[in-house]
C-alpha cells in the first residue's frame, strides 16, 4: 500500500511524527536494505542512517525529491520535514510543533 494513509498509519504506530522514522518505515516496508534504500535516493548509507536515526535532517526541498524518488506524496513529506525543523527549534523551549499543510492549486 504505497498511499498517504499507509504514511498515517506508520505514524500513528511510531507515536511520532518524524520524518526519519518514517523513512525507515518506509524501507522496512519494502524490504529494502539500508544500502539499497540509499542508492534509491541517492545518498549515502551512513546518511541515511542518520536521517533514520534522527541525527540529521532533511530540507523541505530534500524531503520534495525523496518523494518524488519513491512515488509517495510530496506534501506528506515536506511537512514530516518542516516538524522535525519546528520542533528543533520548540525542544528548546521545552515544547514541540504541530505543522498541518493544506494545498491548493494555482
Do not use: W
Request: charged fraction near 25%; charge should be positive.
Amino acid at each position: 500500500m504505497r498511499t498517504k494513509s499507509l504514511i498515517n498509519t506508520l505514524n500513528k504506530i511510531s507515536g511520532e511524527e518524524l520524518f526519519g522514522k518514517t523513512l525507515r518505515s518506509i524501507r522496512l516496508c519494502e524490504e529494502l536494505s539500508l544500502k539499497n534504500f540509499a542508492v534509491l535516493l541517492g545518498i549515502s548509507t551512513s546518511y541515511l542512517s542518520d536521517i533514520e536515526h534522527s541525527r540529521k535532517y532533511v530540507s523541505a526541498k530534500k524531503a520534495y525529491e525523496y518523494a518524488e524518488k519513491l512515488q509517495y506524496p510530496a506534501e506528506e513529506f515536506v511537512r514530516l520535514a518542516l516538524q522535525d525543523e519546528a520542533n528543533q527549534l520548540m525542544r528548546k523551549k521545552g515544547s514541540y510543533a504541530h505543522i498541518t499543510m493544506q494545498l491548493h492549486a494555482s
